[in-house]
Every structure is written in C-alpha cells, then in structure tokens.
C-alpha cells in the first residue's frame, strides 16, 4: 500500500455567478483539530532543564497573542517543549506539546499549521498499525514521525512550522513549510538550541542578548528578506522548505524540497484549467474551520479571485460568503492617478461584495488612526524588528483587529504577483535587464542601494551598494533554469525565482505577524506549493498572452470575478495620500530631534531627520522618499525604545 498522494480536483463550472454545486463538506464534518499557534522550546545536553520550568514559561508566554486560547509546557531532562494554541477546529481537543510514548523513550512535538491531507495520511498510517487517540492532525504528523522519521517532510501538504524531540536518541528534528507560511527561528546555545515561533522567543531566555551587528543592521536598512537571517545577533530562521537536526553533534540544516525548473507541456487552454484546478482545492482545503472564515478583499484580481472561489464552496453548504476590506476617510478625494497607481480599491471592492453577495464590512481609517504612536509600536512589536511598511502596516495591523471581532480565519491573496508575474516591473524593459532586486530598483528609481540617512561612518562600514550587488549576485545564481532556454524565459525565471525566494517571503512575514499579533489566522491559498512548482514553469508568453499582466490567472479567474474587476489595472496596496499623515509623521519626528543624544542617531544621520522633519509635504520632489525616510526614523526610534538592543557598530 503506497502512501497517499495529492488530492486532485475538478475544476469549477463555466459560469459567471458562484455556482450552487456539491463540493467537499466544510467545517465539523471533517473532524480535524487544527492550531495556528506559538511553539517554543529549549534543549540542552549538558543541563537538567527540568528546574527551569519559570523560563520555558517566559518564552511561551512571549507568544501568547499567537495562541490565545490555551498554554502548555513539556519538560524532561534535557529538552523543554512549550505550546500556545488558537483553536480552529476540534476546539475541545488536541492538547500539546503531543507525546507517544515508547519503549525507549517518548517523542514528544510542539506543532503549529495545518497539513491538509490529514485524513488520507491517518488512513495509510492506520493501514500501518499506527493507533490514533485524537482526531488532530498534529497526532498525524507524530505518528507520520514514527512510519518515516525525517522523511515524513515527503508526505506533508499545508502550511506549518513544528519540532519533535526524539528521546529515544535524544535528538530534535525542526520543520518549515515549503513556502515559509509559517515562521520559525532558533539560536544555538554552549549545550544545545532554544527556537521560537517569532524571535521574541529566544530573546525571552536570559542568556540571549538583544544585538544586532552589521549583518542585521544591513538587512534592516536593504529590506529584501534574505533567506535564512534573522537580524538578531546569533539567531537564525529555519529556511522554507527546510529541516534542521540538533542532537550532541550539532545542528545540521537540510533543504528537503525547493523550486525546480520542468519542462511545461500544456497549451495555454490546459495551463488556465490546471491553474484554476489548483488553486480551487487549495481555497476548498483553507476554508475548513470550525471558526468564523472571511476573505480579506482588495477589489483586485487576486483577492477576488480567492473570494470568488470561496464563495462557490460556502455557497454548495447554504453559508454565504464574509468579506473584509480597508480603506481611508477622503481616500477618493486626495487621491492622484500615476502611472502604477491608477484606481482606488473602494469601487471595485463594492462590485465584487455586489457580485457575490458577500457580507462585506468596510474599515474606514483617518490620519490620526494611522499616525497614532501606540499603532507604530505595536507593529514593531509583532514583527520584533524595524521593517514595516509604514502606515500599510499600520492599517493592515487595524483591519486585523476589526476582522478578529468577527472571525478567527481569513484568507488573503498573497502569492498571486510572485508566481504569475503580476507586479510592473515585470514588464518594464529597462528594469527587466537592470542588475538589482527590481522591486528596490523600481522604489528608488536607481540601481544603486544607497540609503542617504545613514550617518557617514555607519554608511561607509555597512557599504549597502555592495551589500545589495553581493546579494543580489548569489540568489540569480541560484535560480533552477532548464538547458536550452532562450533569453526571454531564462530572464523570466530568474525573476520569478527572486520574488518567491525575497519579496514572497517579506510578505508571508509581514502577513503572520501583524495577524498573529492580534489571534486571526490568516491562509494564503494561492502559496500551496503545488501551485507554486506548477506557475513557476509555465511560458512568460502564456502569463502576458493578452498584452497584459497575469493573463493565466485571469482567465483562470474569469468564471467567479466580475468584468470590471478582470480588466482593471495592477494596483498596489493601499497607502494614504491625506496630508495630513505625513505631517503627524514630522511632528513625533521633531519630537524625537529634541532628544540629541539618543541611540537612534547612530544609525540615522541628525542632519537627515531634521531635514525630513522639516521640508513640506505638499510640494516635495520625492514624496515617496520623503515619507519612506520619516517612517524609518520613527521605527528605529521605536524598535531602539521597545527593545533596547545593543548595537555593535
């Protein structure tokens, strides 16, 4: 009996309106428990931890707005395993950390995410003798442990990030997602390894220090979200698709499945349908929950895609669809038309809410919502670090907290310009054969990675240009190409493969923790890894067959997204253009200019902030740099007071 495969699907009927047809039950009928939560641990092979129950507890608690709903620790002698649980589905069971106990010893997991084909795995282990306590898929993926041992990563669909001590060998296995949905990090100790859901974790033991070295400080200021690095000195994240075993040796870290490239045989008819198959069982798979769902809608294709989807399988179950939206008081009044921000979201969400029939809630924002200070320092305090996007994190952070009066999952279209080429600089020439991470090229207008508000020494010793060419450099060279490509495609992949492997990732970061911060759980279905295998190989012909950006996906979209919606323009996320915000941003900044010996001005140049401080919003020559350095400067400000780092210049 060979283990079960990826589910297949039919795709949805050709029609304009969600149809009413059977699909797959939702909800309690499939009897699973599922936790999107906070996992922590410490290992130590040299201590007995089992007195230290007070620190496990510490670090547990750090991610308490991860996991609200229950806390639990496990300690032995060598190995301490805390948990912290938002219960989705089974709400009344499922406790961890899960423990099996064996002969020579138990084996013990701390697990958060959800592994979709649960059931069908349960199946085959049960073929294989594997006795079941609980209907949780977290048991699954223990018992899965025990039939195939590391290789269990081979048999996983979902999202997750979990850890098993073996005590039978007195070794810890560390597991990531394919994609990364699910964060986790680890920092190696004198006798072992503590690791976290979120850094705050291990910056909760007392033998971490809170520092960040040049390494850190470049990736704070760059913002590409290099594989691997977490900033914080000593401290690493788990890579997607990838597993780390720690035991008295060390630890070693494995890439168990990445992005390959394949010969693409499907016409373009074949390739929509197979894109639309996909991604409808993934929104099927993501709606499950015992819980309140709703759909996080923008007006544009992605997210109402999802909603689309998502409404034709509540609709198959007689449950109508939730949608959830933000916008900003006078947005329509200050807003001015360029060349990549053409359309406001507010009329295309209302038209897809109309088409749907969804239950839409509208959270409307003004300048002082997003300026408030208390909004910046919760927003540095669930990413732990000074890398937001301003007030996009800020409303983001707020319509998380609005929805979680609501509902307890959301699903949101993040994936979707990553892996079907969806963003301009896609398809503008020069920034197509420009060298650089183009999303930075395409912010700044220039290649060169200069940050003009670094103070003159710490800009000489971080060298961002290099830094940025350097990086640049070593991920093209690990883009997977297929012998024979012509330039096009080759450039095309490479291109591709930089957003999936930096800008996907800044998303799924930002995304986890601004809606774990507040206990919403929110599902990506459009980063399911068989999507992502299937999109990255398709033709670049096929993805702009219609002179157009993502024209696979919109034609795969076409049967649940309104016209209007199909033939609007690529818009990005909202940000407000009231004035009004900007000088609420000078004002705290002058604030902080009257504090000249803080620690925020080793790192931003005195002379840069008073300028900024200073000149007038209305008719400056670069408003999108203007802002974007008045927003570093108040999250360093804030990030220096909230955690007090030191900073090793």
Same mark, same amino acid.
């Given at each position: 009996?060979?283990?079960?495969?990826?589910?297949?699907?039919?795709?949805?009927?050709?029609?304009?309106?969600?149809?009413?047809?059977?699909?797959?039950?939702?909800?309690?009928?499939?009897?699973?428990?599922?936790?999107?939560?906070?996992?922590?641990?410490?290992?130590?092979?040299?201590?007995?931890?089992?007195?230290?129950?007070?620190?496990?507890?510490?670090?547990?608690?750090?991610?308490?707005?991860?996991?609200?709903?229950?806390?639990?620790?496990?300690?032995?002698?060598?190995?301490?395993?805390?948990?912290?649980?938002?219960?989705?589905?089974?709400?009344?069971?499922?406790?961890?950390?899960?423990?099996?106990?064996?002969?020579?010893?138990?084996?013990?997991?701390?697990?958060?995410?959800?592994?979709?084909?649960?059931?069908?795995?349960?199946?085959?282990?049960?073929?294989?003798?594997?006795?079941?306590?609980?209907?949780?898929?977290?048991?699954?993926?223990?018992?899965?442990?025990?039939?195939?041992?590391?290789?269990?990563?081979?048999?996983?669909?979902?999202?997750?990030?979990?850890?098993?001590?073996?005590?039978?060998?007195?070794?810890?296995?560390?597991?990531?997602?394919?994609?990364?949905?699910?964060?986790?990090?680890?920092?190696?100790?004198?006798?072992?390894?503590?690791?976290?859901?979120?850094?705050?974790?291990?910056?909760?033991?007392?033998?971490?220090?809170?520092?960040?070295?040049?390494?850190?400080?470049?990736?704070?200021?760059?913002?590409?979200?290099?594989?691997?690095?977490?900033?914080?000195?000593?401290?690493?994240?788990?890579?997607?698709?990838?597993?780390?075993?720690?035991?008295?040796?060390?630890?070693?870290?494995?890439?168990?499945?990445?992005?390959?490239?394949?010969?693409?045989?499907?016409?373009?008819?074949?390739?929509?349908?197979?894109?639309?198959?996909?991604?409808?069982?993934?929104?099927?798979?993501?709606?499950?929950?015992?819980?309140?769902?709703?759909?996080?809608?923008?007006?544009?294709?992605?997210?109402?895609?999802?909603?689309?989807?998502?409404?034709?399988?509540?609709?198959?179950?007689?449950?109508?669809?939730?949608?959830?939206?933000?916008?900003?008081?006078?947005?329509?009044?200050?807003?001015?038309?360029?060349?990549?921000?053409?359309?406001?979201?507010?009329?295309?969400?209302?038209?897809?809410?109309?088409?749907?029939?969804?239950?839409?809630?509208?959270?409307?924002?003004?300048?002082?919502?997003?300026?408030?200070?208390?909004?910046?320092?919760?927003?540095?305090?669930?990413?732990?670090?000074?890398?937001?996007?301003?007030?996009?994190?800020?409303?983001?952070?707020?319509?998380?907290?609005?929805?979680?009066?609501?509902?307890?999952?959301?699903?949101?279209?993040?994936?979707?310009?990553?892996?079907?080429?969806?963003?301009?600089?896609?398809?503008?020439?020069?920034?197509?054969?420009?060298?650089?991470?183009?999303?930075?090229?395409?912010?700044?207008?220039?290649? &060169?990675?200069?940050?003009?508000?670094?103070?003159?020494?710490?800009?000489?010793?971080?060298?961002?240009?290099?830094?940025?060419?350097?990086?640049?450099?070593?991920?093209?060279?690990?883009?997977?190409?297929?012998?024979?490509?012509?330039?096009?495609?080759?450039?095309?992949?490479?291109?591709?493969?930089?957003?999936?492997?930096?800008?996907?990732?800044?998303?799924?970061?930002?995304?986890?923790?601004?809606?774990?911060?507040?206990?919403?759980?929110? &599902?990506?279905?459009?980063?399911?890894?068989?999507?992502?295998?299937?999109?990255?190989?398709?033709?670049?012909?096929?993805?702009?067959?219609?002179?157009?950006?993502?024209?696979?996906? &919109?034609?795969?979209?076409?049967?649940?997204?309104?016209?209007?919606?199909?033939?609007?323009?690529?818009?990005?996320?909202?940000?407000?253009?009231?004035? &009004?915000?900007?000088?609420?941003?000078?004002?705290?900044?002058?604030?902080?200019?009257?504090?000249?010996?803080?620690?925020?001005?080793?790192?931003?140049?005195?002379?840069?902030?008073?300028?900024?401080?200073?000149?007038?919003?209305?008719?400056?020559?670069?408003?999108?740099?203007?802002?974007?350095?008045?927003?570093?400067?108040?999250?360093?400000?804030?990030?220096?007071?909230?955690?007090?780092?030191?900073?090793?210049?």
């Amino acid at each position: 009996m060979a283990p079960p495969a990826a589910a297949t699907t039919s795709s949805p009927t050709e029609q304009r309106r969600p149809p009413c047809a059977p699909a797959s039950p939702l909800g309690q009928s499939r009897n699973q428990e599922n936790t999107m939560c906070g996992i922590a641990g410490w290992i130590a092979f040299d201590a007995d931890l089992r007195p230290h129950r007070e620190t496990l507890e510490a670090m547990t608690r750090s991610l308490a707005t991860r996991g609200p709903d229950a806390s639990a620790v496990r300690i032995s002698r060598h190995a301490a395993l805390g948990h912290r649980r938002l219960a989705i589905i089974d709400l009344d069971g499922g406790a961890q950390p899960m423990t099996v106990e064996t002969a020579d010893g138990p084996i013990v997991m701390t697990y958060s995410g959800e592994t979709y084909n649960f059931t069908a795995l349960r199946q085959y282990l049960r073929g294989r003798g594997h006795p079941f306590h609980t209907a949780s898929d977290t048991e699954v993926v223990l018992r899965a442990y025990l039939e195939w041992g590391d290789r269990l990563v081979d048999h996983l669909i979902g999202m997750y990030a979990f850890a098993i001590w073996d005590g039978r060998s007195e070794r810890l296995l560390m597991v990531r997602d394919r994609l990364g949905i699910k964060p986790l990090y680890y920092a190696l100790t004198a006798d072992g390894v503590l690791f976290g859901s979120e850094p705050k974790a291990i910056l909760s033991h007392p033998s971490v220090e809170a520092a960040v070295d040049h390494d850190g400080l470049r990736e704070i200021m760059l913002g590409i979200k290099s594989p691997g690095v977490a900033i914080w000195r000593g401290m690493r994240e788990l890579q997607p698709g990838s597993l780390a075993t720690v035991d008295r040796g060390g630890v070693r870290e494995t890439t168990y499945w990445r992005l390959t490239a394949r010969p693409h045989t499907d016409d373009f008819a074949t390739t929509v349908h197979r894109t639309r198959e996909l991604l409808t069982n993934s929104v099927r798979e993501q709606l499950v929950a015992d819980v309140p769902r709703c759909v996080l809608l923008s007006g544009g294709l992605d997210s109402s895609a999802i909603a689309g989807l998502a409404a034709s399988e509540l609709c198959a179950h007689d449950e109508s669809l939730r949608t959830f939206s933000v916008d900003f008081r006078g947005h329509a009044d200050h807003f001015a038309r360029d060349t990549h921000n053409v359309s406001p979201d507010a009329p295309y969400v209302r038209t897809v809410a109309q088409h749907l029939d969804a239950d839409h809630t509208d959270l409307v924002l003004d300048a002082a919502h997003l300026s408030d200070p208390s909004i910046r320092q919760a927003a540095i305090r669930a990413r732990d670090l000074p890398v937001g996007r301003g007030d996009m994190d800020h409303s983001l952070i707020q319509l998380f907290t609005a929805i979680r009066e609501h509902s307890t999952v959301a699903l949101s279209g993040e994936g979707a310009d990553e892996m079907f080429g969806g963003y301009w600089w896609f398809h503008d020439a020069a920034l197509r054969q420009g060298h650089g991470f183009p999303w930075l090229t395409a912010a700044l207008g220039q290649v &060169r990675q200069e940050r003009t508000f670094l103070p003159p020494d710490l800009s000489a010793a971080l060298d961002m240009p290099g830094y940025a060419d350097h990086s640049y450099r070593q991920s093209l060279a690990r883009t997977p190409t297929l012998d024979g490509e012509n330039p096009l495609q080759r450039r095309s992949r490479e291109l591709l493969h930089l957003h999936l492997t930096h800008s996907l990732a800044g998303m799924l970061e930002r995304k986890d923790r601004l809606s774990m911060a507040v206990g919403l759980e929110v &599902r990506v279905p459009f980063c399911d890894h068989r999507l992502a295998e299937y999109a990255f190989n398709i033709p670049w012909p096929f993805h702009v067959a219609d002179h157009r950006e993502k024209s696979v996906l &919109r034609a795969a979209a076409r049967p649940v997204v309104p016209d209007s919606v199909l033939r609007r323009l690529k818009s990005p996320y909202p940000m407000t253009r009231d004035p &009004r915000y900007v000088c609420a941003l000078q004002d705290q900044a002058r604030q902080i200019l009257a504090q000249p010996d803080h620690d925020v001005f080793l790192l931003f140049d005195p002379a840069a902030a008073r300028k900024a401080a200073s000149q007038d919003p209305t008719h400056h020559p670069n408003p999108h740099g203007h802002r974007a350095a008045l927003e570093k400067f108040l999250d360093l400000h804030t990030w220096i007071e909230a955690y007090r780092p030191r900073l090793i210049l």
